[in-house]
Nanobody
Framework: QVQLVESGGGLAQPGGSLRLSCATSGFDFSYYSLSWARQAPGKEWEWIAGISYDGQDTYYEDTVKGRFTISRDDAKRMVYLQMDSLRPEDTARYYC??????????????RGQGTQVIVSS
C-alpha cells in the first residue's frame, strides 16, 4: 500500500522559512519522480515543484522559483520542500505527490493527506 505522509507545516512569518518533509512507503522509491503541490481555500490545486526519479532534474512553478527547493533522500525514502522568503500568498495545504510512470510532473497517482502552511504576521 502506497503511503505519503507530509509533515513540517505550521505558522511562519512573511520572509520566514519552513521545511516540509514527506515520508513514503509501499513503492519502489528510486524509480519514481515526485512532486509537491498545494491548495489554498477556495482556490484550485496548484503544482509547485517536481524532482526526477534520479534527483538530477528539478522543476518549479514560476511563483516559487528561486524561493523553494525540492530535494530527495533515496536512502530514507524522503522528499523535502525547503521554503524560504515565504509570502502570505503561500498559505495553503501542501501535498506530496507521486508522479505516475511516464507522467508529467503535475500529474499524480498517489498523494498524501497534506500539511497546512500559514504565512502571517
Amino acid at each position: 500500500q502506497v503511503q505519503l505522509v507530509e509533515s513540517g507545516g505550521g505558522l511562519a512569518q512573511p520572509g520566514g522559512s519552513l521545511r516540509l518533509s514527506c515520508a513514503t512507503s509501499g513503492f519502489d522509491f528510486s524509480y519514481y519522480s515526485l512532486s509537491w503541490a498545494r491548495q489554498a481555500p477556495g482556490k484550485e490545486w496548484e503544482w509547485i515543484a517536481g524532482i526526477s526519479y534520479d534527483g538530477q532534474d528539478t522543476y518549479y512553478e514560476d511563483t516559487v522559483k528561486g524561493r523553494f527547493t525540492i530535494s530527495r533522500d533515496d536512502a530514507k525514502r524522503m522528499v523535502y520542500l525547503q521554503m524560504d522568503s515565504l509570502r502570505p500568498e503561500d498559505t495553503a495545504r501542501y501535498y506530496c505527490t507521486k508522479v505516475p510512470p511516464y507522467g508529467a510532473f503535475y500529474e499524480y497517482d498517489e498523494r498524501g493527506q497534506g500539511t497546512q502552511v500559514i504565512v502571517s504576521s
